[in-house]
């Protein structure tokens, strides 16, 4: 029997899942199943033996726009535009984000067609997702992250994020926050202040370059709080609204000297009750909490949300961000490699394997041309190599996806 035709007899072997992201699934009764070995291309069968995502579209959006000059997936191109006052899609030559995430879609599904969106801010995101549904894109990944979000699928980018779900595929990353993000209520110490705490124990962000950013959210949208950094009980940076996207946080971006500072936010002078969420992106959080650490617009309802993983050290790295969301939805759907094996480029992140499983959807796509979104997430879930406690979990979701299994998935369904 060939490799292919083994790996799409597998599919016997994983248990069905139903519904989409919000449904807890039993543990399955087979143990976690081996992973693939590093290095292999599970795909490759797939595009010998015709399945290389001919005629669907996959739409990008990403702020670090693309190369459509020396890349090698040009000529996959069908559409590109920048979204937003002084936007360009070439972005100055600081564009290798994009170009690696339309990279990782074409390696899987080199016959797919690309329409490739930049963007500047928040609007320019929902300009660009309105584009795409006018085009009837098939798959969109979205390899990019908004701070400063309650979580709970309320603001207008992720609502906009919602609605191109109900009729397009939906791959959205789970985000790199990992533990560098904290959850909690207001509780405050004295007066109207409190000190950030996990377990008793500061929550402390460590500065090394100088730079610090930081974001502030809650629920509900009528109390008002913001928070300051503070080293050996002064104060060093005051936060400042960031009115975006009609949510009520509050933002630090300033340069500050390398060190150990603590967080304190300023609010109502009793408890509240009230759910804020601390998140540091591109920094660290000593004492932070991996759980709930989705980053939007992966906590739209409706995406196929990716977590990363490690396919060298077969492990889903601590900075993929899990669930669940604010309103209790579980987060994670799959995981797929953060760093396809492509012209010896060495990025990794969840923006990639989002990339990668937007690339399997092309391939499930085409392989059964009537396959709806809720038909194309739940091959890629029933699929999924389990390689996590059985059945879902926070961290794996339903597990690795797998490129023939998901193609075998999807032609099950429409025997």
Do not use: C
């Not at 936007?87 to 879609?105: F, R, S, Y």
């Amino acid at each position: 029997m060939s490799r292919l035709a083994a790996l799409l007899a597998a599919i016997g072997l994983v248990s069905a899942a139903v519904g989409g992201a919000v449904v807890l699934h039993a543990p399955a009764e087979t143990p976690p199943e081996e992973p693939p070995l590093y290095g292999t291309a599970d795909y490759t069968g797939l595009h010998e033996a015709g399945v290389t995502g001919e005629n669907v579209t996959v739409g990008i959006v990403d702020p670090s726009g693309f190369d459509l000059q020396g890349a090698g997936y040009t000529d996959s191109v069908l559409a590109a535009q920048a979204f937003g006052d002084g936007k360009t899609l070439a972005n100055g030559g600081t564009n290798g984000h994009g170009t690696t995430v339309a990279e990782t879609v074409t390696t899987v599904a080199p016959d797919s067609e690309l329409y490739l969106a930049a963007f500047g801010d928040e609007s320019d995101y929902r300009d660009a997702l309105a584009w795409f549904a006018a085009n009837d894109v098939d798959v969109v990944v979205l390899p990019t992250s908004f701070y400063g979000k309650s979580g709970d699928g309320t603001a207008r980018s992720i609502r906009a994020t919602s609605r191109l779900a109900r009729d397009t595929v939906v791959i959205a990353a789970s985000g790199n926050l990992g533990e560098s993000n904290w959850r909690g209520g207001y509780v405050p110490d004295e007066g109207s202040t409190m000190t950030v705490r996990n377990g008793g124990d500061p929550v402390t962000v460590e500065v090394s370059n100088g730079r610090v950013r930081l974001w502030l959210s809650w629920t509900p949208v009528d109390e008002r709080y913001r928070f300051r950094l503070v080293r050996n009980g002064s104060t060093v940076a005051t936060s400042e609204p960031y009115p975006g996207d009609s949510v009520p946080n509050h933002r630090i971006d300033a340069e500050v000297a390398g060190g150990t500072y603590e967080v304190v936010i300023d609010g109502p002078a009793n408890a509240t009750g009230t759910t804020l969420r601390l998140e540091a992106p591109g920094g660290r959080l000593e004492n932070g909490q991996r759980e709930a650490s989705l980053v939007a617009p992966a906590t739209a309802r409706g995406v196929t949300v990716v977590g990363a993983y490690d396919a060298e050290n077969g492990t889903v790295p601590t900075y993929s961000g899990v669930g669940p969301t604010a309103d209790g939805r579980n987060g994670v759907d799959v995981i797929a490699p953060a760093s396809p094996t492509m012209g010896g480029d060495t990025r990794s992140g969840t923006s990639y394997a989002a990339a990668y499983a937007a690339g399997v959807s092309a391939l499930v796509m085409s392989a059964d041309g009537s396959a709806d979104p809720t038909e194309v997430e739940r091959a890629l879930e029933r699929s999924a190599v389990d390689l996590g406690p059985p059945g879902w979990d926070a961290e794996n979701g339903h597990g690795l996806v797998d490129s023939p299994r998901a193609v075998a998935a999807v032609r099950s369904e429409g025997d």
